[in-house]
């Protein structure tokens, strides 16, 4: 078997588990979102402010990934919601069975949100669907404005943009524009919200991007049950 | 064959390409180092930096990896020297191949220094060996200091660190001193140094390095040659 036919088999498999876990996400009407970008975009900085946004009975629960380090996860633990580290052991990119692994003992009756934070890698994750409903890419304004036209397929595959790191506008040369230009160049028509988790500067209307997407697909599913 | 097998036998071709490049740079007295980093560290802009001070007769090269586009090429460029880009069209790393194709119409008589720029990814190029002489990682001071630590394979296979953006220091939440103890825990002894390609700060000592690394691989051979 040659090495294109071997990782088309690996991905067909993850597909098919990818297929189960979006249905069981259905069924339970759980929002599901995959956060990728480069290492130190700012995903679980993003996170930890989410969570402390979050009303205390919400039902929301995280699975973070990385190399090797739970810091993540203790990280984000602090806010008393469901989470688990996915240590990948020098995997470039989670799959659904790390997921699914992960997800074996929760109850998925508890939960309207699951946030699964990828591991940092504006590359291999783009070709590892994970049953998400989107996935959401961060692109921080230290990184540059031509990252969409050098990453196009974590872009394109993308459903929104989020540009970190605005509050460090006035000390780096970068237009946001540009970059936002840029993505939607690769991906028309791209949602892009831009947010500064040291300030708190559009964090409302992140907070309210997830919770809108939820509703969306609550009522989609319930439209689907009774249709 | 299982995918491990095929990933195998794909890692062992490339290393037998890389000594032969490896031994090609030998005979040469070439010094050559790989860039590796997460995408935006800086590597592009640390070059331009690097070129603009080279002496107009400097005997140098670069090759620059990237999934798509050619902007850094055509960045590289303007400084006169050879300049190619290697698009790797969604891989997420260089390879020896890669190398061997794009120098196949340089002569490698005329070098002294051949700088290899990869993908943007914190995981993958630490896999493949393009035969240089040295990996160089670049970490920027808004990545955050547990880097070293979540992408250990890559920190443990470079010579040198390179902390870059040192001028947005007042202005993240960034500890340097931290961030070099992490690199030194997953590589003890590791060289480490800290440049701004915005304001100069620490580029007479980057260029330094360079200088000296290629006399001593230089005068390494020579003696090899001689005894």
Not at 88 to 114: I, Q, Y
Request: proline residues 4%; charged residues 30%; hydrophobic residues 40%.
């Amino acid at each position: 078997m040659s090495r294109v036919e071997v990782e088309k088999k690996v991905l067909n498999e993850n597909q098919i588990l990818a297929e189960q876990l979006r249905e069981r996400y259905r069924q339970q009407r759980i929002l599901c979102v995959n956060l990728v970008s480069s290492p130190g975009s700012g995903k679980t900085l993003l996170l930890e402010k989410t969570l402390e946004r979050m009303d205390k009975g919400a039902r929301v629960a995280l699975l973070t990934g990385d190399l090797q380090t739970e810091n993540d996860a203790k990280r984000l633990a602090k806010f008393g919601f469901p989470v688990k580290q996915i240590v990948t052991g020098g995997t470039c990119h989670l799959d659904a069975k790390m997921v699914e692994r992960h997800l074996a003992d929760w109850n998925l009756e508890d939960l309207d949100l699951l946030v699964v934070e990828n591991v940092g890698n504006l590359v291999c994750p783009s070709s590892y669907d994970l049953g998400e409903d989107a996935k959401i890419v961060l692109l921080s304004t230290t990184e540059g404005e031509d990252k969409p036209l050098k990453y196009p397929s974590m872009f394109f595959k993308a459903e929104l943009m989020v540009l970190t790191k605005i509050d460090l506008l006035p000390y780096v040369p970068f237009s946001a524009e540009l970059a936002k230009e840029n993505a939607r160049r690769v991906h028309p028509g791209m949602e892009i919200l831009e947010v500064s988790s040291t300030t708190g500067e559009g964090l409302e209307a992140w907070m309210d991007w997830l919770r809108k997407r939820q509703q969306q697909k609550s009522e989609k599913v319930l439209t689907e049950l009774r249709g």
